[in-house]
């Protein structure tokens, strides 16, 4: 059993930057996926950002170029760097992990990132 835990989030204005951090209790292993997910108001969640099986980055298109991800699957950890913030970028976000590809994922309890204009 693993468990995400989030921190990082906050108030910033639009243009400007925050770093989120994952920290995940119990073994992950290196098959793992794990990821950013987000979900803003009225709207269903969607994955942000995800470090795959094999090591693969991808993410969602309206946050390529202003989003970077980073992660050691042996430590538990995922950092998402949000650059160029925009209004619309608010949302709750939520690190996700999954430790087999069957195996339902494992959710922190997310972190408010606000973006004002």
């Known amino acids: 059993q693993v468990q995400p835990v989030e921190s990082g989030g906050g108030l910033v204005e639009a243009g400007g930057s925050l770093t989120l951090s994952c920290v995940v209790s119990?073994?992950?292993?290196?098959?793992?996926?794990m990821a950013w997910y987000r979900q803003s108001k009225g709207k269903q969640r969607e994955l942000v950002a995800e470090?795959?099986?094999?090591?693969?980055?991808r993410f969602v298109d309206s946050v390529k170029g202003r989003f970077t991800l980073s992660g050691d699957k042996a430590a538990g950890t995922l950092t998402l760097q949000m650059n160029n913030l925009k209004p619309e970028d608010t949302a709750v976000y939520y690190c996700?992990?999954?430790?087999?590809?069957?195996?339902?994922?494992?959710w922190g309890q997310g972190t408010q990132v606000t973006v004002s204009s």
């Open positions: 119990g073994s992950v292993g290196s098959a793992a996926i």
């Open positions: 996700s992990v999954r430790t087999g590809y069957t195996t339902p994922p494992s």
């Open positions: 470090l795959g099986r094999f090591g693969e980055i």
